[in-house]
């Protein structure tokens, strides 16, 4: 539904999108994870039509955003991270503007801004103006005017940005609902944002595509803490297996007295090889098990993994 093959936007010397390439198939919802400045609004202004990118290709549902950007942007619903709402218009009004300004015709107007409308909740808020309405509920209908047309692709820029903790659950639950019948790029720099409503998450960091996988993925590969005891040599001997990406000593294991504790980045399936390897070597065995990964921690090490990268050139 939406491919992006080797983007970039430049502003003079400075590059803030820089060659991402990802696709995104029909009925996939996918999180866009960064921290402010990563370049996620960017992409995603791109891809709506709002910027051109200065070199790559974006295309929607096979239409180019740039040659054919009138039919691309026909098949989007867009919520911007500051929603387009006229605050002296009626939330009715305001909709049927939006669903004529998005080409449905005018006998089809009133059902699909009541459409939209009963989506989003609005239904007891119609008549009234948007400028009364909570920033919740203006959020709500910057989320149904992006619906009003029934679009193939969703695209959220920061949508819980602001709200309190009741707001932001109950526009997660409306985006649940959402994702149920939509392609949907969500952007947040929320952790939580992702985990409860994607299932798959790309991760922006300076402008580049640090990570593109399945949350699962992401979360199964962690890391593995590990306790021996008489273990001389067993740092460079975990190090050593396949599949072993570093080993840090943890000093000794607070529980298990005289054992020394790793902490191993691998993947939960090398544990075997870790235990076969301790057997093989005559040491005591204290503890093995993965280490409870979440996306914070994935998020972390990704940006350590990219500082490294920027050092070292």
């Known amino acids: 539904m939406i491919e992006i093959h080797d983007v970039v936007r430049a502003y003079g010397e400075t590059r803030a999108v820089r060659g991402v390439s990802l696709s995104i198939g029909r009925g996939e919802v996918v999180g866009l994870l960064g921290h402010n400045g990563a370049g996620k609004t960017t ?19 096979g239409h180019d955003i740039v040659a054919d950007r009138a039919a691309a942007q026909r098949l989007i619903g867009y919520l911007p991270e500051n929603a387009p709402l006229y605050p002296e218009m009626l939330v009715q009004d305001y909709l049927l503007l939006m669903a004529e300004l998005r080409g449905v015709p005018a006998d089809q107007r009133v059902r699909a801004a009541g459409r939209a409308a009963a989506a989003t909740a609005l239904g007891g808020y119609l008549t009234r103006p948007i400028a009364t309405l909570s920033k919740g509920y203006r959020q709500r209908v910057g989320i149904a005017q992006a619906i009003v047309h029934d679009p193939a692709v969703l695209v959220l820029d920061e949508p819980t940005n602001g709200l309190d903790p009741m707001q932001i659950q109950s526009i997660r639950e409306l985006i649940r609902r959402l994702a149920k019948k939509t392609t949907m790029l969500l952007s947040t720099h929320i952790l939580q944002e992702v985990e409860a409503v994607c299932e798959r998450v790309l991760v922006m960091i300076d402008g580049s595509l640090a990570a593109d996988a399945p949350i699962s993925t992401l979360l199964a590969a962690g890391s593995i803490r590990v306790s021996v005891r008489g273990s001389s040599g067993a740092k460079e001997a975990f190090s050593a297996l396949p599949g072993v990406k570093g080993v840090r000593p943890l000093g000794n294991d607070a529980v298990l007295t005289g054992f020394e504790a790793f902490a191993i980045d691998a993947a939960p399936a090398v544990a075997p090889a870790l235990a076969a390897l301790a057997a093989r070597s005559g040491w005591e065995m204290g503890s093995l098990a993965p280490e409870q990964q979440t996306l914070d921690a994935v998020f972390r090490r990704l940006q350590s993994e990219h500082a490294a990268r920027q050092e070292a050139r």
């Open 43 to 61: 992409l995603m202004k791109m891809l709506t039509g709002f910027l051109e990118p200065t070199s790559g290709a974006i295309r929607v549902g």
